[in-house]
């Protein structure tokens, strides 16, 4: 499996930022996907995550009203569109694939699959 995120930057506060991960490897649909991100010296924490369908999604509540995950099937990409971007939403951001067929899984442990990350800095 491959998943080759993209998009990221340095935006200002308020501003806005499209990620998009490509996949491949594996039926993309049939696989719940997420994004995660990772301030340095700190965990990794999920921020959105969407079912295989793309009907059934989860937000971080940090990131919810101003962040939307979704995902197109036919193209094999992930997107996470984030608007009104704050100082505190810098990081380098992951998109990773479920490895089973759970429908929403929000844990680490349940994605096996990790694209490289691309660094989001919103200045203030």
């Known amino acids: 499996v491959q998943l080759q995120a993209s998009g990221g930057g340095l935006v200002q506060a308020g501003g806005s930022l499209r990620l998009s991960c490509a996949a491949s490897?594996?039926?993309?649909?049939?696989?719940?996907m997420g994004w995660f991100r990772q301030v340095s010296g700190k965990e990794r924490e999920v921020v959105a995550a969407?079912?295989?369908?793309?009907?059934?999604?989860y937000y971080a509540p940090s990131v919810k009203g101003r962040f939307t995950i979704s995902r197109d099937n036919a193209k094999n990409t992930l997107y996470l569109q984030m608007n009104i971007l704050k100082p505190e939403d810098t990081a380098v951001y992951y998109c990773?694939?479920?490895?089973?067929?759970?429908?929403?899984?929000?844990?680490?442990?349940?994605?096996?699959?990790w694209g490289q990350g691309t660094q989001v800095t919103v200045s203030s």
């Open positions: 969407i079912n295989w369908s793309g009907g059934t999604k």
């Open positions: 990773a694939q479920a490895t089973d067929f759970s429908n929403l899984p929000t844990m680490e442990g349940d994605y096996g699959y």
């Open positions: 490897g594996r039926t993309f649909s049939n696989y719940a």
